[in-house]
């Protein structure tokens, strides 16, 4: 049965001990690594599927860790989450990214919105507004250059608070995609509620229309529903021409993938962002 730990770790079965003991391990170095700078942004282009004209970046964290080496998302996100540190995280990511668009800016470079990805866990907390227009105020960045992509996870337990927040975000003129769109149990029911203007259509979708009529129908109905929703799609995990061409078909505006570009450093980035085409 899943029980939560008094140090705010979930165990769901005894020989997931051993694993526990490497979490807080590696939960102490995370506490430790935001202090000492150890966080990392890639960037990865979206582009306009028709024209391959740059539309957008999206920040993706990266954790430099002093023995393992450069870690994933996913071995620091939900860790972070469980241990109370994904706020500060937060901060950091937006932080980083503010300060990284200011010196793209300084640099006469032709910039394109960056988003940043925010867990329902992390929109939750009581500072996330002030402390977001905070960082902005900072480093005088408009509220166009940034964009927020938000992330269904099952951690979310105060909806009402996330909602509040969404909204304030929304307001203030920031936009709002729903990421990983067809994922979850309750997709549908947050874009009824959610102030989103985009929807991001999960990968596993785009990869399995490959192999899957039925994946592939599911994701040219999402694509339907969004365009008489007015919302804008973002096709994620695009990996080949083929792909790119039916979700051209299929009505899609934006794309994403290794097909256009991996997640990059802000140096070649830089020259991304001077080019404007990528893929
Ligand atoms: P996501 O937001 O769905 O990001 C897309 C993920 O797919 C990224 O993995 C990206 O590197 C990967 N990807 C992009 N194009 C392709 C492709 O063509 N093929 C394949 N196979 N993969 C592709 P990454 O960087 O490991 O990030 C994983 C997740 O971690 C993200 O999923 C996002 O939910 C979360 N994440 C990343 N950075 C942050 C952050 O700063 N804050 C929060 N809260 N979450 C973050
Ligand atoms: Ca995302
Ligand atoms: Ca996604
Ligand atoms: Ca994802």
């Known amino acids: 049965a899943k029980e939560r730990g008094k140090a705010g770790f979930c165990f769901y079965e005894p020989q997931m001990i051993a694993r526990a003991s490497e979490r807080l391990a590696l939960s102490t170095d995370l506490r430790e690594g935001l202090g000492r700078d150890e966080l990392r942004v890639c960037y990865q282009p979206k582009v306009d599927l028709r024209s391959?004209?740059?539309?957008?970046?999206?920040?993706?964290?990266?954790?430099?860790?002093?023995t393992r080496g450069h870690l994933p998302p996913s071995m620091f996100i939900p860790l972070a989450e469980d241990c109370g540190l994904?706020?500060?995280l937060g901060e950091r990511v937006v932080r980083e990214v503010a300060g990284q668009i200011?010196?793209?800016?300084a640099e006469g470079l032709p910039l394109v919105p960056v988003a940043i990805n925010l867990s329902m866990q992390e929109i939750q907390g009581?500072?996330?507004?002030?402390?977001?227009?905070?960082?902005?105020a900072e480093t005088g960045l408009d509220r166009h250059a940034i964009e927020f992509e938000i992330?269904?996870?099952?951690?979310?337990?105060?909806?009402?608070?996330?909602?509040?927040?969404?909204?304030?975000?929304?307001?203030?003129?920031?936009?709002?995609?729903?990421?990983?769109?067809?994922?979850?149990?309750?997709?549908l029911s947050h874009?009824?509620?959610?102030?989103?203007?985009?929807?991001k259509i999960d990968q596993s979708f785009v990869h399995g229309a490959d192999v899957s009529h039925h994946d592939r129908e599911i994701t040219e109905a999402i694509i339907a529903l969004a365009r008489k929703l007015r919302l804008h799609t973002v096709a994620e995990g695009v990996e080949s021409e083929q792909q790119a061409s039916w979700l051209v078909q299929a009505g899609c505006d934006i794309g994403q993938g290794y097909l256009f570009g991996r997640p990059l450093p802000p140096g070649e980035t830089a020259t991304l962002l001077a080019a404007g085409f990528a893929g």
């Open 102 to 105: 200011a010196r793209w800016r």
């Open 126 to 136: 009581a500072n996330f507004v002030p402390s977001l227009l905070r960082t902005l």
């Open 52 to 66: 391959r004209r740059l539309v957008g970046l999206e920040a993706l964290a990266r954790w430099a860790h002093p």
């Open 86 to 88: 994904i706020a500060r």
């Open 151 to 187: 992330t269904e996870t099952a951690a979310m337990t105060d909806v009402h608070t996330t909602l509040r927040h969404l909204r304030e975000l929304e307001a203030l003129g920031f936009r709002i995609a729903i990421d990983d769109f067809g994922t979850g149990f309750s997709s």
């Open 191 to 199: 874009l009824r509620q959610l102030p989103a203007r985009t929807i």
